[in-house]
């Protein structure tokens, strides 16, 4: 055995190192993504007088202003509901693993579910009563599923769950399943503090709150109001239940706000129209309205349509607080059932947010809980998508305020109402894998690379197989870089497994690192490179979709086939 510790002359040691560079590597990588912002993307609705969806209006009919400036629309689309036609993906399956290339005769195309919703359920927040009613309309609803929709059920405390499915019998049961989270009652505080009441006397120094908390305080506490001493004290006492309250409340809307985030996520998942429905009383969201902003970024971008249900139906707002919240002083009394009024109308805020944002409905003061599930369910039929990038914008997180018009002054508009600035610059590395990411759970082909794709499978036992994946591709369109005597490039290829209601059942990763000769390159320019992925699945129905990204050009290709394992 030789060791080398040293190389001369240098043109030597190079040569040798070429030699010894593999001129291809192929590694494995775990199928997990996440999204960034660069493109900022504003959804819009235009409805005539009769509240019916135009789609007549060209981009030049649109301004669209980033605080108060008029922006340049680089991107304008139209969309129609339902003219995408159902997914239809051929056989590709072959039986025999020596033969590839021929399907399995006599087995029909599969047709993916093409209509997803997921339903929310505010748990945290919502009341028995509102609750009860809500989830009655729900059942009602979900009893006429359709049989290419597909429905989730998910609550904001993460108790209750059920994926995507076309089982009544589990949507019921699940529904059922659903209670509100119990919660101390606030009269039994001393002194009652609420979320609206902590936020404004710890977040905006409002004096006039404290000055409620503190009347409070001194009743609740029978302190004398005419001891300067004891008075200070109360108000001490009332800024730490401030403080106290501040902190659980702001803790259960982070954790609303996740899991809204992971319910839109999980549906950003599946193949078709897409859309999720919020049932919920509304919540505050105090110095966390930059992360409803990630969450609309991130709908917007995977195609989902957030809908809203008030579930408090027809309420009024001069009914005074809550009973449960006692008050010792008079002053004190009006003053919190003025908050009172106030926090139901800033609670149904972040409701509309989510929707105006996402191209979707907010329902709200109507009893009626089925026409609520009815027009949540409904998709508008026309609506646009608009898009700018903002100059010279800065990376310091500061809100902007968006607005869209239009030149016929008898039309309505919906639209997003503002975003964040990002804090940092994008990575290109996240957003290719973005790219890859929407391209997967897309229903779209794309043939930038050209590609094609097999499979492979055998019995390992009754219910289990193995899977493979054989995407065979085309390296004539790829964009390689010459570095030396080598031409580089490296290719990503991505598969997701999806099952019969559309849930992504496993994906696999490869990455393909090419530093190729130019003898190669021109073998390889004519044969193709092939790329083969294992996967353990059960014995069914299943949609492959696979998506092939280079590099260098940035160009990708996506395909879709359907394997049946009897």
């Given at each position: ?221 029978n302190m004398d109001p005419t001891d300067g001493a004891q008075v200070q004290a109360a108000k001490q006492l009332a800024q730490s239940a401030a403080s106290r309250e501040l902190t659980v409340g702001e803790m259960e809307t982070r954790y609303t706000l996740e899991i809204l985030r992971k319910a839109v996520r999980r549906i950003s998942a599946m193949p078709g129209q897409r859309s999720l429905v919020l049932v919920s009383q509304g919540f505050l969201i ?281």
């Amino acid at each position: 055995m030789r060791v080398i510790f040293g190389c001369f002359p240098v043109l030597w040691c190079a040569l040798l190192f070429a030699q010894q560079t593999p001129e291809m590597q192929t590694r494995e990588t775990p199928a997990t993504f996440r999204t960034k912002v660069n493109l900022v993307l504003v959804p819009v609705v235009v409805r005539d007088s009769q509240g019916r969806a135009i789609g007549t209006l060209k981009r030049e009919d649109f301004q669209l202003f980033d605080k108060g400036k008029l922006q340049e629309i680089t991107k304008f689309s139209v969309e129609k509901a339902g003219s995408k036609p159902p997914l239809v993906v051929e056989d590709i399956s072959a039986k025999d693993p020596e033969e590839p290339e021929e399907a399995a005769p006599g087995r029909p195309a599969s047709v993916m579910a093409e209509k997803f919703t997921a339903y929310l359920f505010d748990d945290e927040h919502l009341t028995f009563g509102n609750l009860a009613q809500a989830r009655e309309a729900a059942q009602r609803h979900l009893a006429s599923l359709q049989p290419t929709e597909r429905a989730a059920i998910f609550t904001s405390s993460g108790r209750t769950m059920l994926e995507f499915t076309d089982d009544r019998a589990q949507l019921n049961e699940t529904l059922l399943k659903i209670a509100p989270r119990s919660k101390a009652t606030a009269g039994s505080d001393c002194p009652p503090m609420n979320y609206y009441m902590a936020d404004l006397i710890q977040n905006k120094n409002d004096p006039t709150a404290l000055q409620a908390a503190t009347n409070d305080t001194l009743g609740c506490m029978n302190m004398d109001p005419t001891d300067g001493a004891q008075v200070q004290a109360a108000k001490q006492l009332a800024q730490s239940a401030a403080s106290r309250e501040l902190t659980v409340g702001e803790m259960e809307t982070r954790y609303t706000l996740e899991i809204l985030r992971k319910a839109v996520r999980r549906i950003s998942a599946m193949p078709g129209q897409r859309s999720l429905v919020l049932v919920s009383q509304g919540f505050l969201i105090p110095l966390l309205e930059d992360e409803v902003s990630l969450i609309i970024d991130a709908a917007i971008r995977a195609g989902v349509t957030v809908n809203a249900i008030d579930a408090r139906g027809l309420y009024t707002t001069g009914t005074g607080a809550d009973a449960s919240e006692i008050s010792w002083n008079a002053d004190s009394t009006r003053i919190k059932q003025q908050y009172a009024r106030d926090a139901a109308l800033v609670e149904s805020n972040v409701l509309a947010e989510l929707a105006d944002g996402t191209n979707g409905v907010f329902f709200q003061n109507n009893n009626d809980m089925n026409a609520a599930f009815a027009r949540t369910s409904a998709t508008p039929e026309y609506s646009y998508l608009l898009g700018f990038s903002p100059q010279n914008l800065k990376l310091d997180g500061n809100y902007h305020a968006l607005k869209v018009k239009i030149n016929v002054k008898s039309l309505t508009v919906q639209a997003r109402r503002g975003y964040f600035a990002p804090k940092h610059i994008a990575d290109p590395a996240e957003e290719a894998k973005r790219e890859i990411e929407e391209a997967l759970f897309s229903r779209e082909v794309i043939q930038d690379i050209p590609s094609q794709i097999h499979t492979q499978f055998f019995k390992s036992g009754d219910f289990d197989a193995k899977l493979s994946v054989l995407a065979k591709v085309d390296v004539r369109q790829l964009h390689f870089r010459k570095v030396g005597d080598r031409n580089d490039d490296e290719m990503r290829v991505v598969c997701g497994i999806f099952d019969r209601n559309g849930n992504l059942v496993v994906a696999g990763e490869k990455t393909i690192e090419m530093k190729l000769k130019d003898t190669t390159l021109e073998s390889k320019l004519n044969g193709g490179v092939t790329v083969k992925l294992a996967f353990d699945v059960k014995t069914g129905d299943y949609v492959i979709r696979l998506v092939v990204r280079d590099a260098e050009g940035q160009s990708m290709s996506a395909q879709n086939g359907s394997v049946q394992i009897p």
